[in-house]
């Protein structure tokens, strides 16, 4: 941790060494503690610590950038010398915007002391308890504890100063048999809001539940969705489409969509970075102000995300979201609405269908709808007559996620947080899908 | 830089460490990009830092420094052993390593044109040049070229008396054209998609893409797949895939499969395990005789080529699969300690942060005997795929679904029409079972992948494949919706 004022100081000084026209420095840290385990026992245990300042030069309308985790004279020196040196190489850009103006960004309080500070033996603790449920059944547990703070901060020579010091939390378990698998995912900017013991249940109770699955000719079905693979269905829509880049190329699911009412009338997502219900992040890489943007609203496809190149483009404003310091605008703190169904009333309405725990190694087979692919993974079950009747063997599927947002017959009434390892984070609820198109079984 | 690894072999044993590794990354990296007439990135990276692993009363321990002071490196070997008591404290079987491993010299990926020393403004002219070419074609709707050139400076040291010196270069490179009409969107990358082509090279490596030239042909393709024929929907027919989507075939489902710490269960919860159990070591049919697998770090240019992995094992070739029959793994030194092997050197990090992992090194089909031209003569009717556009397998690398950018009709021995939205899906022994002819050495390449993901905290690998077009029988293809 560098903590706000030696972030600040240190940005600073490093714009001091700027001879470019105009200048920005994000500074992205992170300090991370994690504990893997496998077999019911630890099998890696590291923590790493590292500061990054990642530099744009600005020279008329050409931007220059450069990146350095040395923090010398000698070394922030060099880098601000490389983003210029970058900068004047470029032909001019006619429809860069400049760098953004300064806009405060809100105070988000997401920082706790005991997730920053935690130890290795209370993460081995941790997991400890989970490895002692996995095996009182007789199951190979494994996964990941995850503890640590994170900083981010952005001063410019247009008057930019932004700082925001989280935390993040996170245990992922999987409990297996020979037959069988169970998943369990936690993750919160509190320590306490990762509750091992019932994730350890969680994840054992799917793999007992699940051994000796049946096989199940593909074709389709309708489901129930855990939170877990509704959080892929969003993830899928985020990458695909839901950044203002990919709309403006014609390559996203939203062209052609937006005002149109694509889903179900109850569904409503959007994307909001300062939310504490979220893992906040206030302000983007370019040190904008994350706002709320409604993505989809009442099932009627909205509009995408803006950085501040993108929403030039639209003469609108960008809505905060370079999430990285090169690449598209990215929507990655997402919410969905949740609804009034417990998941018992989900798989209570469900004449014959399956229950889905997760998603796994999903990719996109075509732009247009968002259609994925992707297997099943670590508790499927076969619904008849409402009920849970018994496991089935893994699926693979082929399946628009737009189209299955617009066969939602029942949202679950508690959404959770899904925290993933490279900053992105949704709010899910389950959801009952009416189709579901799974067209190949493995082994 | 070698006075703080020695510092921190000495701290970590003093501390308690039984086995103390240190290693020292500084790394360079110059990106270009150029988006349809922009030039979109130009950047200059840098990254340094140093990485103490440690077994401490059996157990693991990892911590990492960027600050490379002698007291950095001190507190870094200190939470190594911190975090290994931890780590011991909640049992598990002791760590155990093997044969000591005493690798000392140095070494530096050969280069006939330092990439570094190019100027910058002919490298953007390159990618300009060529965004220009692609431009003239109507109907793109976007482009992208891009260059990346990487040097890695790497010291490896350990308590057993290993000290080793790598300079790692890397050049990659590609461009990507993509047509919006008619309701479809349709891609063409060169020289493979995933962003480019790299490998462990210098500037000729760019040079020999010859981008520019390619850009108008690759462009066309994109806006003629708009209004190409569907692949037929749901059926089954002979395949022959073309060499880089082969080289993603091999990555997927023999790569990852043969990974040892992932048969053994440590990625179990993330990444998945294996169908390639122990058990089935020189005891599986994996594929048809024609199948030749072989994983070494000494071709270049493949990204898996270097003098000595991050546990300092000396490069070499290892056969994966013989005539068909499964005999070989990617090990480390403690993975293959429990089968009572020894390491093959595929332990690599991707930063001075980051623990070392069994990484895919150049895992490659070997050529066989067929001109390809030949091949599609000899094949009756079938569709010849390539240049990747989705990839998924199963967690245990038994089903999987590829989509290609590109398909052609093959009738009576000859190619025929042009098809789009092309994939196929299968279970991977059946399907090298069902692989009947490879193209030979005339038609081989080696492919590199930069973005290869394992292990949590997040790493991107990079592996080479060498493949050469192949065929395969009754094969499912055209599951779309």
Request: charged share 20%; net charge negative.
């Amino acid at each position: 941790m560098i903590g706000e004022h030696a972030a600040l100081t240190l940005l600073e000084r490093a714009l001091s060494f700027s001879a470019a026209q105009h200048t920005d420095i994000y500074l992205s840290s992170q300090d991370l503690g994690l504990t893997r385990f496998a077999g019911n026992a630890i099998h890696q245990n590291v923590s790493h610590s590292n500061v990054t300042l990642n530099i744009r030069a600005v020279e008329g309308q050409r931007l220059g950038r450069a990146t350095t985790n040395d923090l010398s004279d000698g070394g922030i020196g060099r880098a601000m010398a490389a983003a210029r040196r970058n900068a004047l190489l470029m032909p001019e850009d006619p429809a860069f915007p400049g760098l953004p103006e300064p806009h405060p960004a809100p105070r988000v309080a997401s920082w706790d002391e005991p997730a920053a500070a935690c130890p290795p033996q209370l993460r081995a603790q941790m997991v400890g308890e989970v490895c002692r449920q996995g095996a009182a059944e007789g199951l190979n547990t494994a996964g990941a504890c995850r503890t640590g703070a994170q900083e981010i901060a952005v001063v410019s020579s247009r008057g930019v100063r932004a700082y925001h010091a989280g935390t993040f939390a996170g245990l992922i378990v999987t409990a297996r048999s020979d037959t069988s698998a169970g998943w369990a995912k936690g993750g919160s900017w509190r320590l306490d809001g990762v509750d091992a013991p019932a994730l350890g249940r969680e994840a054992v109770d799917r793999a007992v539940r699940g051994r000796n699955p049946q096989p199940i000719p593909p074709g389709q079905y309708p489901v129930v969705l855990a939170h877990y693979a509704v959080d892929d269905i969003l993830e899928a829509l985020s990458l695909y489409g839901m950044g203002a880049q990919a709309v403006q190329e014609g390559r996203s699911w939203m062209n052609g969509l937006q005002g149109v009412q694509a889903m179900s009338e109850p569904v409503s997502i959007w994307d909001d970075g300062a939310s504490p219900d979220g893992w906040p992040l206030p302000f983007d890489a370019e040190g904008v102000p994350r706002r709320r943007v409604e993505i989809v609203g009442n099932g009627v496809v909205n509009v995408p995300v803006h950085n501040t190149y993108t929403a030039a483009q639209d003469g609108a404003a960008s809505t905060g979201h370079q999430a990285y310091f090169t690449g598209p605008p990215i929507a990655s703190n997402l919410f969905m609405r949740p609804g009034d169904r417990t998941i018992e009333q989900l798989v209570a309405a469900t004449r014959r269908g399956l229950y889905i725990t997760r998603f796994f190694y999903t990719r996109l087979s075509h732009n247009k709808g968002c259609v994925m692919t992707g297997m099943t993974r670590d508790g499927t079950f076969l619904i008849e007559d409402g009920e849970i009747k018994h496991p089935v063997k893994d699926l693979r599927f082929t399946q628009s996620y737009v189209d299955a947002l617009n066969a939602v017959e029942g949202i679950g009434n508690e959404a959770n947080l899904v925290l993933n390892e490279v900053g992105f984070a949704t709010r899910v609820p389950a959801l009952k899908l009416g189709n579901f198109n799974f067209t190949g079984a493995t082994v | 830089m070698d006075s703080l690894i020695a510092r921190a072999l000495d701290t970590a044993a003093a501390r308690g460490a039984g086995y103390a590794d240190a290693r020292l990354v500084e790394t360079a990296q110059e990106r270009y990009s150029v988006r349809s007439g922009v030039a979109d990135v130009i950047s200059s990276d840098e990254s340094v830092g140093i990485g103490v692993r440690v077994v401490v009363d059996g157990a693991w321990g990892f911590a990492s420094t960027n600050t490379m002071t002698p007291e950095s490196v001190d507190r870094a070997a200190a939470v190594a052993v911190e975090i290994g008591r931890a780590s011991a404290a909640s049992g598990g079987p002791p760590v155990d390593l093997g044969p000591p491993v005493t690798s000392r010299g140095v070494y530096s990926t050969p280069v006939d044109v330092d990439p570094f020393g190019i100027a910058p403004e002919e490298k953007l002219a390159l990618l300009l040049e060529t965004d220009g070419r692609m431009a003239r074609v109507a109907g793109i709707s976007a482009r992208q070229s891009n260059l990346i050139f990487i040097r890695e400076r790497k010291t490896f040291a350990n308590t057993e008396g290993a000290h080793v010196e790598q300079t790692i270069y890397e050049s990659g490179g590609g461009i990507q054209a993509t047509a919006v009409g008619g309701g479809e969107v349709q891609r063409r990358s060169y020289p493979q998609s995933m962003g480019r082509q790299q490998g462990c090279s210098g500037w000729e490596y760019i040079r020999a893409m010859e981008l520019p030239a390619n850009a108008e042909r690759v462009a066309s393709e994109a806006v003629a797949l708009l209004t190409a024929d569907h692949c037929p929907s749901d059926i089954a027919t002979t395949l022959i895939i073309g060499g880089s989507q082969v080289g993603l075939q091999i990555h997927e489902s023999c790569g990852h499969a043969i990974e040892l710490d992932r048969v053994l269960g440590s990625e179990a919860a993330y990444a998945g395990t294996s169908f390639l159990t122990a058990d089935k070591l020189h005891n599986f049919r994996y594929g048809s005789d024609c199948v030749n697998i072989t994983a070494d770090s000494i071709r270049l240019p493949g990204l898996g080529s270097f003098g000595w992995d991050d546990e300092g094992v000396p490069a070499q070739s290892t056969p994966i699969v013989e005539a068909g029959r499964f005999v070989g793994y990617l090990m480390s030194r403690e993975t293959a300690s429990t089968l009572g092997l020894q390491s093959n050197g595929t332990m690599r990090a991707s930063s001075w942060n980051r623990l070392p992992l069994i990484r895919m090194t150049n895992v490659s089909l070997e050529p066989g005997q067929w001109e390809l031209d030949d091949l599609i003569a000899d094949t009756d009717d079938g569709i010849l795929v390539d240049t990747n556009r989705s990839w998924s397998i199963d967690d245990r690398r038994y089903n999987f679904q590829f989509g290609t950018e590109v398909g052609y009709e093959i009738k009576r021995g000859k190619l025929g029409r042009l098809l789009r939205n092309c994939t196929y899906t299968g279970i991977t022994p059946e399907f090298w079972n069902s692989c009947d002819a490879v193209c030979n050495s005339s038609h081989w390449n080696m492919w590199g992948t930069p973005n290869c993901g394992k292990g949590q905290p997040g790493q991107l690998g990079h592996t080479g494949h060498g493949a050469a077009p192949a065929r395969f029988r009754n094969v499912r293809v055209g599951v779309m919706r």
